[in-house]
């Protein structure tokens, strides 16, 4: 059984007011402390700063004379929950693990239980792999390809294998698409928009409105072998079409 299950004293920090920190000496398992210090605080105690605070250090001291004062043998009731864990979930699609809805009152961190479920309250549980359960699929219209190549190869690969290098026209194509970045072997990934020299402008090669952008800001280029490469964190940048980086192709 995972330790995250065992039910633990914690301390929970404000943001605001004269008391910063306060020992809840109410023995939960971490999800749960973690939901008690948000509902009625600010979080679990959390970072370097809070844990080397003298406010924190009391508490801590606190804690101890409690249980110095039980005479308790039980060695597990001598720690506390703070807010450092460690995430060994992963989506199966491989997208980035920042947003959690765990149900602390049915989430069971155990060896046996690996995958993760909705319950009926919408948020999450975990279950064994192998019962059966009705799921759920989606349809991408967009994949990443690890592969690096230039602009113009980009766009005959994804034109043969697939349909076109990519085109973004709206903020949530590039949520989209900027979830598919953040897993580019290389620091920028090629879009399906070139500059033309002769007509002075930026255009998709889909024929796609440009109706939307998110260029970083910053100096422009100069010359006409210019392309459109988005980096991992969403903003978009001028780059030479022979440039060898990583391509993203609508499907």
Known sequence: MSFVVKNLSFICYNET??????LIDEPKNWLQAQSY???NHTDLVSGI??????GFKE??????????ELNDKDIINQFLWIGLFREIWSWSDGKNFSFRHWDPDSFKDLASKTCAMTTSNGKWSSDICT?????????????????????????TYCRENHHDLVSITDRHQQRWVQERAKMADTEFVWLGMRYTCTLDLWFWVSNRLVCYNNWAQEDKMKGCD?????KRDGEWYEKREGDFLNFICAL
């Open 17 to 22: 007011g004269e008391q910063k920190y306060f």
């Open 37 to 39: 210090c948000r509902e």
């Open 49 to 54: 700063t809070h844990i080397r605070s003298d």
């Open 59 to 68: 508490r801590v001291d606190e804690f101890k004379e409690r249980v110095k």
């Open 131 to 155: 019962d059966p359960k009705p799921f759920y699929c989606y349809d991408d219209k967009v994949i990443l390809i690890n592969e690096s190549k230039t602009w113009d190869e980009a766009l």
């Open 226 to 230: 210019r392309a459109t490469a988005m």
